[in-house]
């Protein structure tokens, strides 16, 4: 592939020192990768440093636009000559900056639309600083859109900035890694006496070392603070912080005036940073702004040195508190230092920081994330990933790097198996519900539910919030009922709280775990009926199930759900609405659901059903992110009427809107 990728600077920062160790080693698997900086380096040594270090890599294309300012003309015009020159298949921008320039000399170079090069972002920033910052982001947002792809770094930041509005045609989280062997524990042990020998450090001396640029988001004054509660508890820390910056002089009084400069080293920037990282006993950052998912934390935890971080971006998805090091409210020192006095015994150093390099070989290796930029690459210099008419990936059901030709596959395969359910009769349907999942997942192998992986603390996130709306109906020692459990996580998290769990589910692919609650019990039905005593179930519960069902069969269903609740209990039924629809994978198809949603329902029609049923009484919930009130349903009723009057495409671009669409989705309650 020829790939171009395009950033502001080559300086010292995260966001650069991953996109040049990503397109040095897609350059080594045979791509050829040019490298456009918008801006000269501020130092080049570490550019210099890198490529030296790997005479085996072909060489690397590296080229400076010399920009004088965020719009310079002359750069612009430049990286449309590059692009015309270059040819490339796929242009990545890094950052907002460098994707305001790539967007227009895309635009400008005149390509064909069958040479025009996909356009991807590689989105590095969580909050943005000042007014220039907020400026840029307005008009990196709409560009954004008109691009093929967005990476994400973490799961936090995805979701922060996909709530404001950030997004392209398609959108992935690809967690930043590190080099294995650069970084390995068996350097630390090479290098740690011979560094902490030439710093005047020695054996008894408690390192907590800081590696980051001297700039203030990076909050260097919290760990000379802690470094001085420590000592005063007779623990002789000692701070060593690695970077450079504007910073320093900051930093250097500030220790001078708490009489701490013989507990604090600053050595600079260090190209040969892994050597200095060998000295830490604990790796330390204390940012309050800024952290997405820090490169400098992961090279410590894979080289066996267990971290404290401040509870920034991404912070918990490489770190499980008390496993791999700890992490701590931003800015509470008090929480800092305890965290560095547990950490202080060395048989917990020990532990933690073996954990942590097996967190990092085993979840964020740099082949592994190299792989998935490439296969990303490909997907999207074969031209698959830029939409057409009939085939637009849409988020969600597309998956963070399937081609078009892959969506419009698993499409085709699940409307087929679709018709196949609805055309059964009842009695075929009883068997044929699991046959036909458990066949969509064998034929459709990269199908999202199997193939995308979401993060623990994303699925934490998500368990939390359910169970907060669950919790208001769910007492302990009551029987709670899941339809359709998934990976039974929050039937899981249930078992905590409740008697009994009983969860019900069509098919064993999905549900496969290994260790269950010997309060749990999962059931394999036929789609239709509830396998438990009648006037058994406190709280039945069904997210995202609804719309699966053959709408004879879901009669049925909520039928044999009234006839096992006990008087008083309640089914919580979670479904998306029909009018923001269709949900399934026919969203990128057509106008109605034609996939596995057999029947996509509206709020009224919803609460009808129930109604015909028997149910007592049926309240319809409003909001969003774990916070819903109940709504008066003749009013919820009287809005959608209204808006299936609008035209439909009007509607989709209307009602389409995140906050719209996550308003309008269905949270039904109804009490026996």
Not at 392 to 407: K, M, Q
Not at 415 to 428: D, F, G, T, V
Request: net charge positive.
């Amino acid at each position: 592939m020829r790939l171009m990728f395009v950033a502001s600077a080559l300086d010292c920062g995260g966001a650069e020192r991953h996109t040049l160790e990503l397109a040095s080693a897609l350059s080594a698997r045979g791509h050829s990768c040019d490298l456009v900086a918008m801006q000269p380096p501020r130092d080049d040594s570490w550019v210099r440093s890198f490529t030296d270090a790997r005479p085996d890599h072909p060489p690397l294309r590296l080229v400076t636009l010399d920009a004088r300012h965020q719009f310079d003309g002359h750069a612009a015009r430049r990286l449309c000559a590059e692009l015309r020159q270059r040819q490339p298949q796929v242009v990545m921008a890094v950052n907002g900056y460098p994707l305001i320039h790539a967007a227009r000399a895309v635009r400008a170079a005149g390509f064909a639309a069958a040479q025009r090069p996909a356009l991807a972002l590689a989105f590095h920033s969580t909050r943005l600083a000042g007014a220039k910052e907020l400026l840029q982001h307005g008009f990196v947002t709409p560009i954004a859109r008109g691009c093929d792809q967005l990476v994400f770094v973490s799961e936090f930041q995805s979701r922060h900035w996909l709530r404001r509005g950030l997004r392209a045609r398609r959108n992935a989280v690809i967690h930043n890694a590190v080099a294995d062997k650069r970084f390995a524990p068996s350097v630390r042990t090479q290098w740690r006496a011979a560094t902490r020998a030439t710093l005047g450090l020695g054996d008894a001396d408690y390192v907590l070392g800081c590696c980051a640029q001297l700039r203030p988001e990076k909050n260097h004054a919290q760990l000379i603070d802690a470094v001085i509660a420590l000592r005063r508890e007779g623990i002789a820390a000692h701070a060593l912080i690695v970077g450079e910056g504007p910073q320093r002089p900051v930093i250097e009084r500030y220790a001078q005036a708490r009489s701490a400069s013989p507990w604090v080293s600053l050595v600079g920037h260090q190209n040969q940073v892994e050597q200095y990282i060998a000295a830490f006993d604990v790796g330390v950052l204390c940012s309050v702004a800024h952290e997405t998912f820090s490169l400098a934390a992961l090279e410590q935890m894979s080289m066996g040195v267990p971290v404290v971080l401040s509870d920034q971006g991404g912070a918990r998805e490489m770190v499980n508190d008390g496993v791999h090091g700890f992490v701590v409210p931003t800015g509470d020192t008090p929480a800092l230092v305890d965290a560095l006095r547990r950490l202080h015994p060395l048989d917990a150093r020990a532990r933690m920081g073996a954990q942590a390099a097996e967190q990092v070989a085993t979840c964020f290796r740099h082949a592994h994330m190299v792989d998935r930029y490439e296969a990303l690459f490909e997907s999207l210099a074969d031209g698959a990933a830029r939409p057409t008419a009939s085939a637009r990936p849409s988020g969600p059901v597309a998956g963070p790097e399937r081609s078009a030709a892959r969506i419009r596959e698993h499409y085709l395969v699940e409307r087929q198996l679709a018709a196949r359910l609805k055309e059964a009769s009842k009695e075929e349907r009883k068997s044929l519900y699991t046959q036909a999942y458990d066949e969509l997942f064998r034929r459709i192998p990269d199908h999202p539910q199997i193939s995308i992986k979401v993060s623990p603390e994303s699925s934490r996130l998500d368990v939390r919030r359910q169970l907060a709306f669950i919790g208001r109906f769910l007492r302990p020692g009551q029987t709670f009922l899941e339809i359709g459990p998934g990976d039974c996580a929050l039937s899981f998290e249930v078992c905590r709280r409740a008697a009994h769990v009983l969860a019900v589910d069509v098919s064993t692919e999905i549900t496969k775990v290994p260790d269950v609650p010997p309060n749990f019990r999962l059931i394999i039905s036929d789609g239709c009926s509830i396998p438990a005593p009648l006037n058994s179930v406190d709280v039945a519960y069904s997210n995202q199930l609804m719309e699966h069902l053959h709408p004879d069969d879901a009669l049925e269903q909520v039928h044999n759900i009234l006839d096992v609740l006990k008087p008083g209990g309640v089914y919580i039924c979670i479904t998306p609405n029909r009018i923001t629809g269709p949900h399934d994978i026919s969203r990128d198809f057509d106008d109605e659901a034609n996939g596995f949603h057999l029947k996509e329902y509206t709020a009224s029609e919803l609460a009808a059903l129930f109604r015909q049923v028997g149910f007592s009484k049926v309240r319809p919930y409003v909001g969003a992110r774990g916070s819903y009130l109940p709504f008066h349903p003749s009013l919820l009723a009287g809005a959608e009427r209204l808006a299936l009057t609008l035209p439909l495409g009007f509607r989709h671009r209307l009602l389409r809107a995140r906050i719209l669409t996550t308003l309008l989705n269905i949270r039904m309650v109804a009490t026996k």
